[in-house]
């Protein structure tokens, strides 16, 4: 049997008085151990405390206890809303597995971490599985081409027509984003012959081969 199922409830609170950095990450371990357990049924105040538990003291205790949680706390579809986002705002070594994978944040608050967090913070957003439209419109607004290229390259990310043609219009001037964009189902083949005029030989043919555009046609006008 687990330590944390000999722990009783009294027990836990009082070692919530605990001020210590050892006393809280020991709580924090034995807690985050209890909300997991599916063999100990919580009530639903029980469950309260204890997430409120957590999310005071989260930003008290070492930061491998946080990844540790945060890690577990990611593939919850059930996790707290109020604790997963103090940990997507935590450091991007907290943070990462809960932006990419937890489906418990909101767009809204997706958007305010790209806005306000770190590169790492933009780069693992835009590695989630799921992206909307408005979430990949701010990383794109951040003009960090690595985060539009980490985004492109994300098969799932959704991208409106609209910035998917400001993205190309900025591919004749930036090369990095030219093969991310050309290797996308969603391009079209109308925003792929305009990038023709000044990709390189192989996205070329790339282009020709997947969009069946006539080569020769499109040479002329280039001749022209």
Do not use: C
Not at 72 to 95: H, M, T, Y
């Amino acid at each position: 049997m687990a330590e944390s199922e000999q722990i009783d409830f009294q027990e836990l609170m009082g070692l919530a008085r605990d001020k210590s950095v050892e006393g809280r990450t020991r709580l924090v371990q034995i807690v985050g151990d209890l909300f997991f357990d599916t063999d100990t049924v919580l009530r639903e105040n029980e469950r309260s405390i204890m997430t409120d538990i957590l999310r005071q003291l989260i930003h008290d205790v070492e930061m491998s206890v946080r990844q540790s949680l945060a890690s577990r706390l990611a593939v919850e579809p059930g996790a707290p809303s109020d604790l997963i986002k103090a940990l997507a705002n935590d450091q991007i070594e907290v943070a990462h597995a809960i932006l990419t994978q937890s489906t418990v944040l909101q767009d809204i608050e997706l958007i305010e971490i790209v806005e306000h967090r770190t590169l790492g913070h933009r780069l693992a957003i835009a590695m989630r599985e799921s992206v909307s439209e408005a979430v990949s419109e701010a990383l794109i607004e951040t003009g960090n081409v690595d985060v539009i290229k980490t985004l492109l390259e994300n098969e799932n990310a959704e991208i409106s027509g609209k910035a998917m043609e400001y993205l190309v219009e900025q591919s004749e001037k930036i090369d990095d984003l030219q093969s991310p964009l050309v290797n996308r189902d969603d391009l079209g083949p109308d925003l792929a012959k305009r990038m023709y005029w000044w990709v390189s030989a192989a996205l070329r043919k790339h282009i020709v081969d997947h969009y069946r555009i006539d080569e020769a046609e499109i040479d002329d006008k280039i001749q022209e």
